[in-house]
């Protein structure tokens, strides 16, 4: 009885151990925070509505004079003089913030989601987003680098893809500790790319 009992015991304490470490990576390397499909909050939903966006052609040569500078986080970017810029409370598991940059009147825009990330691990690539996030079906995917090489500026390398499931445009990195998703309709993604090229971190 008493062996039998120890034995139980001792089942028990390893299999505790394997999944606190198995808790524990899943919580350092996973990718699966996505706020793409939230469209609750008023000022998202605006932007992946049906309504007519501005055409490309004026995308491309918009003049980008704003700037929108995230002192915490140590990054800026530039944007359309006639957008404007929202931050959005924390997501519902207390962490991370989303930042919405648009043009109400056209509904126009794109999204920063920011969220901290504290695995070694900075790379994004399409194995691991299908480890991650297997429903996401990744298309068009393509390195790209973000922050500049002017000035001494830090870059960091980031992953570029259109999301079959949600039909938007996703660009997605994790630099200094926190993960980015940037996110925009498909018929915004010329000026999403402009605005990504001015983009600093300081």
């Known amino acids: 009885m008493l062996s039998t009992l120890l034995v139980i015991v001792i089942f028990a304490a390893l299999a505790a151990a394997v999944w606190y470490?198995?808790?524990?990576?899943?919580k350092r390397s996973d990718l699966s925070?996505?706020?793409?499909?939230?469209?609750?909050?008023?000022?998202?939903?605006?932007?992946?509505?049906?309504?007519?966006?501005?055409?490309?052609?004026?995308?491309?040569?918009?003049?980008?004079?704003?700037?929108f500078r995230h002192e915490s986080a140590g990054f800026s970017f530039s944007y359309p003089d006639s957008f404007s810029v929202s931050r959005l409370s924390a997501s519902a598991e207390g962490a991370g913030e989303t930042i919405v940059v648009q043009d109400s009147k056209r509904q126009a825009g794109f999204q920063i989601h920011l969220e901290p990330y504290d695995d070694p691990d900075t790379d994004i690539t399409v194995e691991r987003l299908g480890r991650d996030i297997p429903e996401m079906v990744v298309k068009e995917p393509q390195e790209v680098l973000i922050g500049g090489a002017s000035s001494g500026n830090q870059i960091s390398t980031g992953l570029a893809w259109v999301a079959e499931d949600t039909g938007t445009r996703e660009i997605w990195f994790i630099f200094r500790g926190t993960l980015y998703q940037l996110t925009s309709p498909l018929s915004n993604d010329t000026l999403l790319q402009r605005v990504l090229t001015t983009w600093r971190f300081e």
């Open 33 to 67: 925070v996505d706020l793409r499909s939230d469209l609750s909050n008023p000022e998202l939903s605006k932007i992946y509505s049906n309504a007519d966006t501005i055409p490309e052609p004026e995308q491309k040569k918009l003049d980008l004079p704003k700037t």
């Open 21 to 26: 470490f198995a808790d524990s990576s899943k």
